[in-house]
């Protein structure tokens, strides 16, 4: 997927004959994910975040976990309209 069409998306993966994404997203420093708890995050259904890479770490996010600037979340999804991290959100 080419990121200058307006796509946050680095990486994208069709699985599952095309009905399920798995998507490596970069958030930006403007982004409205940052800094809330997962646990606190109105996140659409069918969302999975399955990853957070904070600066070489990697970690499987669980409630308490935080998203960061510059950090590479992957998420898998059966929903195939996410363009940007915050797609995930309701």
Aim: net charge negative.
């Amino acid at each position: 997927m080419d990121n200058s069409l307006g796509s946050n998306i680095e990486t994208l993966y069709r699985l599952n004959d095309n009905r399920v994404e798995a998507l490596e997203f970069c958030v930006k420093e403007d982004s409205p994910v940052i800094g809330i708890p997962l646990q606190n995050m109105k996140i659409k259904p069918d969302i999975l975040l399955c990853s957070i890479n904070h600066k070489g770490s990697v970690s499987i996010p669980g409630g308490q976990s935080v998203i960061r600037s510059g950090d590479m979340v992957i998420v898998v999804t059966t929903n195939t309209r996410l363009n940007d991290i915050k797609d995930i959100l309701k």
